[in-house]
């Protein structure tokens, strides 16, 4: 068993899992303690996620890159859109108003 990636939280421990399992390589996360006994462990336990099969090591880590670059790219996208009906300023994960139901105008490239 080796170790891929240390993860900043449970979630994108989780996340990571998530994504390579689906591409039938088993992992699991080590130091999700917290799900438990949050207040009762240090601050600076943070999950790590594992590979079981020494053989799938490179492959896993291969995975561990295409999942921080998806993630890079989500954070970029994080930006606010303005809506044109009513000024909102809405996230940009939602593609309508949560105010007046507006959907989101087409960026000007
Ligand atoms: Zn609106």
Known sequence: MKQIYSARDLLEAQLLKDFILDHQIDVLI??????????????DTTPSVWVLDDDEYDRAKEL??????????????????????????????????????????????
Do not use: M
């Open 30 to 43: 080590k130091g999700d303690l917290l799900l438990g006994a949050i207040g009762e462990l240090p601050a």
């Open 64 to 109: 561990v890159l295409v999942f921080k670059g998806r993630d890079k790219t989500s954070q970029v996208e994080l930006t606010v859109w303005k809506c044109l009906e009513c000024d909102e300023l809405i996230e940009s994960q939602f593609s309508e108003c949560w105010k007046c139901g507006k959907t989101r105008p087409v960026k000007n490239e």
